[in-house]
């Protein structure tokens, strides 16, 4: 009886000890305040999974924000991006979230500043030349006009959100060179190609001179164009339209959202 009366109080001793320490433990600290910025490869267009909220902006919860708040929980996540933005729509609809307390802030944005809707639907139903000659237009936009759009983009981040992580993230090539494909010409695949190259450079650029992280997806795209044999973006989508051209639900978990997290770490 004495043993039995011991041990229950060794019990009741142990178990307060235990509770106190659980109760002194700090908690798990939330992850930052997040707010995901951009166009229609930000929002996921492509992605399914929509947000019927977000109207016309198609937001998807497959989205590689959507994704990237889901396994971090941010202590509050905004997502802002919006199909068809170009900088000045961000400037001037999706910067209420930001303030001092953000800490992680992503962003894509310029390739409708550069009209890639318009290139898209000029080299799926042109010629050739017209097709090279509707890039090269948007080409020189991009080299003359597109740093200063993104430079009033990041300034106006900066200023909102001046102690937040920023990764800016650029587009994947749309195609596989140099592979038999059904559909546009190499010389069309070359020439969007190209001009891919030439916005994430500028975009790169960009990011560098506001001390911002530039997160490249051409490298987890790398094998996964158009034309791969295992495509990460939709070609010609006839229903609904808007989705052609962009990643797929795989594009945002395993081309968008690796860079994403390394990059936010």
């Known amino acids: 009886m004495r043993l039995t009366k011991s041990l229950t109080a060794l019990a009741a001793v142990a178990f307060a000890l235990v509770a106190a320490m659980l109760l ?30 977000s109207g016309d902006c198609h937001r998807s919860n497959s989205a590689y924000p959507a994704l ?31 303030n001092a307390s953000t800490g992680l802030v992503s962003i894509t944005v310029g390739g ?24 090269n237009t948007a080409e ?55 001009a891919a190259d030439l916005i994430d450079s500028t975009i790169a650029a960009r990011a560098a001179a506001h001390g911002f992280t530039f997160g490249d997806v051409r490298t987890t795209f790398n094998g996964h164009e158009l034309c791969s044999g295992d495509d990460y973006l939709h070609s010609l989508v006839i229903s609904p339209t808007w989705e052609s051209y962009h990643p797929t639900a795989t594009g945002h978990s395993k081309g968008y959202l690796p860079v994403l997290t390394t990059d936010a770490s």
Not at 77 to 94: K, L, M
Not at 112 to 135: E, L, P, Q
């Open 24 to 53: 002194a433990a700090p908690a798990q600290a939330a992850g930052p305040a997040y707010v995901a910025l951009g166009d229609s490869y930000a929002a996921g267009n492509g992605a399914g999974n929509y947000i019927s909220s």
């Open 68 to 98: 990237w708040a889901s396994a971090h929980s941010p202590s509050s996540f905004t997502f802002a991006a919006c199909s068809g933005a170009v900088t000045t729509d961000v400037i001037n609809n999706q910067l209420g979230s930001l």
């Open 112 to 135: 409708d500043d550069a009209g890639f809707s318009d290139v898209i639907t000029t080299c799926v139903t042109g010629s050739d030349d017209t097709c090279v000659s509707r890039v």
């Open 140 to 194: 020189s936009y991009i080299t003359n006009t597109l740093p200063a759009r993104l430079d009033a983009v990041y300034n106006a981040v900066h200023s909102k959100a001046p102690a937040a992580k920023v990764v800016v993230l650029d587009y994947p090539h749309l195609y596989k060179l140099n592979t038999l494909c059904l559909g546009l010409s190499s010389t069309k695949h070359n020439k969007l190609n190209e």
